[in-house]
């Protein structure tokens, strides 16, 4: 074969190799660890911390929702080694077979966790899953407009607000609020609740400016919004630029999450990658964290390094007294298929 020959099937085989993760850097010379997580999750500085410490290359992916994780992982993308899914997703990836068992003599940081996050129900054993952020979601509204804080998720259906509501563009939790304005569990599988929820739902679409999961808290900040269905965190950064923005959990309840650091089946580099969560956890970087994102760390001793305003503002570290009328979101199952529907008529009319 010509030298053009070979040159031409190693450039291929070099192509080929782009996009499934690996083990190491084009020259080979440091260890690469591959982190799937949210689009806004990731501290600079942290990462490059780590991989001074380590002598090793981060490479960083992002998805936007925990249905185009599973979507990217069931396509056959492969080489991730670190991933951040919510709390439920943790339940369909453990089914799915999509994750590796954590070592936990490698993670001892995990020994700081939260008491309420220690036995959570979709990995009551840590098996697979380390909890990492949490929060609660609630109303984040504007007191300059509604001096009066609102206790009930019907104020998202008052009409004195048509277009200043943003709703969640995420199909669990707008049903999630509805489902619990009814009375009813937000895991609820019964067709007849769930088609009752997309009834109240449609009534509602009128008022609603935006359905998004993504900038809300600057349309709070802006005034483009005065109430918003709202993750606690963004609404907390919103009250920085808006002072006059508050959050609230309504008096019949609302969902408690948790994002997870897992590490997937497949990951090329599973040592490095416990190495890695272990890090994320360690009080100091789990503090910067939860200080940059505004969101409560699901370690207790980080929340004691975090500023004061950030551990009291209920937005970031949901109260205790509220923690028995939140909800974790549990796979449905087959129930999926009536919540997909029903989103998808909402969306179309």
Known sequence: MSLWGLCLLWLAGALSSCGQGGGSDPAGSRPVLHYFTWSDYVGPELIQEFERREGVKVVIDTFSSNEELLAKLQSGATGYDVAVPSDFMVAIMIQQGLLSELDQQSLPNASFLEPHLQALPFDPERRYSIPYLWGSVGIGYDAAVIPTPPDSWAILWDERYKGRISMLNDQREVFGAVLRSMGQSMNSTDPQVIEAAKERLLRQKPLVKTYTSDHYDQLLASGEVVL????????????????????????????????CLVVLRTAPQKRLAMRFINYLMEPQVAARTSERLRFASASRSARELVNASTRDNPAVYPPVDQLDRLEWMKDVGRGIRLYDRAWTELKMQ
């Open 228 to 259: 918003a269905h709202a993750w606690g965190g963004p609404v907390a950064r919103a009250m920085v630029e808006r002072p006059s923005i508050r959050y609230v959990v309504p008096k019949e309840g609302a969902t408690l999450w948790a994002d």
